[in-house]
């Protein structure tokens, strides 16, 4: 049983993680399984692969030697989850009498806050017509720039780095 390596998520996030289990016996394994066990801050949202079965206990047809099944897992992360690192154990079963375990460590990463109104415009991967009135407009009035519950300062600078990125839209 071998893992994809680590991965990292932002709160209220998802990430992805691919394990894979190789037959390296001399006989078919005549069934196959994968039990995931998932810290409290993750839930396992989606697994898809060689296989069927529930997120938690994933099940797969006979296995030839050297044969090899693949499965990845999207783990999302509570919205309140404190940021740090968790651990997700799996145990790979061929048959019934051979079994392997791994874990993966995924950590969880609060995103840095917005520091400018470019950063706060650019998060949902628009920066339209709206958003730069808004960032004038909040630049003539109080020198700042407030969306979705994020507010940041603006200076001219600012301003200038709102409409160029507008600009180069198209």
């Not at 993680?17 to 399984?33: K, P, R, Y």
């Not at 296995?63 to 990845?72: A, W």
């Not at 404190?82 to 790979?92: F, K, N």
């Amino acid at each position: 049983v071998t893992t994809s390596g680590t991965a990292t998520v932002p709160p209220g996030g998802e990430t992805t993680v691919t394990f894979t289990v190789t037959n390296t016996g001399s006989e078919t394994a005549t069934s196959g399984g994968l039990q995931v066990s998932t810290p409290g801050a993750l839930s396992i949202s989606s697994v898809s692969g060689d296989g069927t079965g529930q997120p938690g206990r994933f099940v797969t047809s006979p296995i030839e030697p050297g044969e090899t099944m693949t499965v990845t897992y999207t783990f999302a992360a509570d919205a309140g989850a404190p940021p740090g690192t968790v651990t997700v154990d799996l145990t790979g079963s061929l048959g019934t009498d051979r079994q392997a375990t791994t874990s993966v460590n995924v950590t969880i990463q609060q995103t840095a806050p917005p520091e400018t109104p470019l950063d706060v415009v650019q998060q949902d991967g628009n920066t339209g017509f709206r958003e730069v009135l808004g960032v004038i407009q909040g630049f003539n009035a109080d020198g700042t720039y407030a969306q979705d519950g994020q507010t940041v300062d603006v200076g001219f600078q600012d301003v200038l780095e709102v409409i160029q990125e507008f600009n180069s839209q198209g």
